[in-house]
Each structure stands twice: as structure tokens, then as C-alpha cells.
């Protein structure tokens, strides 16, 4: 539930390294699993000290959806 949360504030942690660690893990075998991990610590980041990048909640989300096929 966190991480729908984290993609729904207005601004968050920046996102880019986050989307290359998915794609990286995707990369390696589908590794989905880690690749969820990485969203899991992005979205603990996003709520323990929140961020000030105003695009990227939007970027995780649609990232999300686009390469793991999950709807935040």
C-alpha cells in the first residue's frame, strides 16, 4: 500500500537511478523480484524523508506500470 502512497504525493526522491535499477534487473533474467525490491526501497525512501523532484512520483509510477506491468 506504501508504494501507492509514495506515487501519489507531489514530489518525491529522484527517480532515474531507480528506473535503471529496474531495467537492470529486468535485464538479468527477469529478476522481478529485485526489481520490486528496488521500488519497495525508493517508496521507504519517499516516506521517511520524502523529496523534491515534482516529476518523479509520475516517472516511478508510469515506469512501474510500463516494465513490471503493475498499476500503482
Known sequence: MYKRQA???PDGPPAEALV???REAL???LDAPAALAAVDRWAALQEESGGTDMGAPGVVSRAVDALLGVAL
Open 27 to 29: 535485464a538479468n533474467d
Open 7 to 9: 506515487v501519489s504525493r
Open 20 to 22: 535503471e535499477e529496474i
